[in-house]
């Protein structure tokens, strides 16, 4: 079984380990298992050549219409690279209606959280040991933490997994760390020694990164704007610029790696505008070839694609300021100066 997950994500890493923990207790436990994390990129980021198993899972990632694809499960309101991938999907349902094995749920927080139900609801699979594992992808992937100091100051064990699987650049780093997520609990896993030895550095980056932040980021009528794309910064914590400006409601901003250039576009978890005003984040990146959740999304382009970039993130930006007018905000202090 050759699972593909959404990488660099701690609910993309725990729906590989859950799922393979759901399919070893109630479908086969003989089965062995690869993992391969997937990056969202122009074009969707998912190929046939990727479902290289005698049998394939795609979990927390978009739909691949692929008679090579086994098992899926998604949360993703942008789930569907275009509307006849959405067909393929549907027809499969009514194919296999007594024995589906490709799941779509957009009202689910985290992917996790969607097979775990599956499982239970229609294999048997018992999720109960795996609670706390659940709770956390919920919290992590919904962005519901009581506060934006919650979510920057990384004081939990779930948090310092999840923002070592973020900045994680060896594939081999998320595939290890996979199966002991069910394994052991997150106390455990965060004491791993290589997670420890990951840790460190992480931590001290998470520091810099909001000193970067403070020189980049920058509001107007209530959205955030910033360019790291001369930095090599993907992999910074996203709710770092409403720690810094906590009364903006949304942010737009510019990363590049070795393999795409990024536009990230959010909404703050803790906006008090009322959910029915706030823009649909996912049908705006959908428009220009991303997707993601209605609070949250991405764009990715071409890692050459700066300048087409940042005209895309213009035109968001412009977009989300007609949303409702707000004065320029004030800096906050970090989390070691306040």
Partial sequence: MHVLFHNNCFDGACSASLFTRFYRECIDASAQFTYQGLQHAAGGGIHDADLSGEQNAIVD?????????????????????????????????KRTA????????????????????????????????????????????????????????????????ATVIEAAKDPAFITRIIPLLTAQSLVDTEQELFVQEALEPRMAKQQSDITLMRSRASADKGVITFDLMDQQAEGYSKFIPYYLLPEAVYAVGLS??????????????????????????????????????????????????????????????EELKAFGQWNDLPMRPSFHDA
């Fill in 256 to 317: 590049q790696s070795s393999t795409r250039v990024k536009i990230s576009v959010g909404t703050s978890p803790w906006t008090t505008v009322v959910k029915e005003k706030l823009a649909d984040i996912a049908a705006i990146c959908e428009r220009f070839g991303g997707g993601g959740h209605p609070r949250v999304g991405a764009i990715s382009l071409p890692a050459n694609d700066l300048d087409d970039a940042r005209r895309i993130a213009a035109v968001v930006t």
């Fill in 98 to 161: 007594t024995h589906p094995q490709q799941f779509f749920d957009a009202a689910y927080t985290s992917c996790a959280g969607l097979i775990a139900d599956v499982g239970r609801e229609r294999f048997g699979f018992d999720n109960k040991p795996y609670a706390d594992l659940l709770h956390w992808a919920d919290i992590i992937d919904g962005a519901k933490f009581p506060s934006a100091e919650d979510a920057v100051t990384l004081a939990s064990p779930a948090m310092k997994i």
């Fill in 61 to 93: 990632f978009k739909y691949l219409p692929s008679p090579k694809l086994t098992w899926w499960f998604d949360h993703h309101v942008s789930a569907f690279l275009t509307p006849e991938y959405r067909q393929h999907f549907d027809a499969e349902q």
